[in-house]
């Protein structure tokens, strides 16, 4: 069964610091992997995926991550903490068959001024 | 907005009831996924239905069901209610494809259970 891995429930950074958020999957097969963004009282809204095209992911808000086979990782970064990246971030994988998407246990970062 | 729509956001009620959840999903999408997100159990998978048949199963519990509609909006049916299902119901749609299809979210229905 294919699962993702969350390395760190809290992440805090000072704003302009390098986020750096983990996490790592499990899968007999190759993955689709996400990472998801999740505000306080709002539904989750997707920063960015792999689908094989390309190993290194841009997604919105500055926001990338590179997929690493050799590391079973699929960590997110960004250069430059900002104070509205503040919330719930998770890591997700799914299957080519039914799409059906496994969550991490999510990390919440905390950004200081 | 992610074009999922959530109906009630917020339902409080008691324990031993029976409570139904409505999503309607994006234009042109035929999935719907219900999840439901707690803080002991996180974020998890119940339900897939595609076209109005159920595609698959997660870790539902048997006092839940869901059914789709022709028009898609679907419908997660939750009974017998116990304290610990008080939770964050979300529901997602996509396209249907090969895989990797991008799910978007809803809101959320918020459902405390007294």
């Known amino acids: 069964a294919q699962s993702v891995t969350q390395l760190g429930s809290h992440v805090s950074v000072s704003e302009g610091a390098l986020v750096l958020l983990r996490c790592n999957y499990s899968?007999?097969?190759?993955?689709?992997l996400f990472w998801y963004v999740q505000y306080p009282n709002q539904g989750l809204q997707l920063l960015l995926k792999?689908?094989?095209?390309?190993?290194l992911v841009k997604g919105i808000n500055g926001f990338e991550a590179e997929f690493k086979k050799s590391e079973t990782s699929f960590h997110l970064t960004k250069p430059s903490a900002h104070m509205s990246d503040a919330a719930e971030y998770f890591c997700a994988v799914s299957d080519s068959h039914n799409n059906d998407m496994r969550f991490g246990a999510g990390t919440r970062l905390t950004v200081k001024p | 907005d992610s074009g999922v729509t959530q109906t009630p956001k917020h339902l409080i009620t008691a324990t031993g009831q029976r409570v139904t959840l409505r999503c309607s999903p994006r234009?042109?999408?035929?999935?719907v996924y219900w999840y439901q997100q707690s803080l002991d159990q996180g974020l998890q998978f119940l339900i897939h239905?595609?076209?109005?048949?159920?595609?698959a199963k997660g870790n539902i519990l048997e006092r839940f069901s869901a059914q789709q509609f022709p028009d898609l909006h679907s419908e997660l049916n939750l009974s017998s209610l116990e304290l610990g299902d008080s939770a964050l119901y979300f529901c997602?749609?996509?396209?249907?494809?090969?895989?990797?299809?991008?799910?978007?979210f809803g809101p959320g229905t918020r459902l405390l259970v007294l």
């Open positions: 792999y689908t094989s095209a390309a190993t």
């Open positions: 899968s007999s097969v190759p993955p689709y």
């Open positions: 234009s042109g999408d035929l999935s």
């Open positions: 239905y595609y076209n109005g048949e159920e595609r």
């Open positions: 997602a749609s996509s396209v249907p494809g090969t895989g990797g299809e991008t799910q978007y």
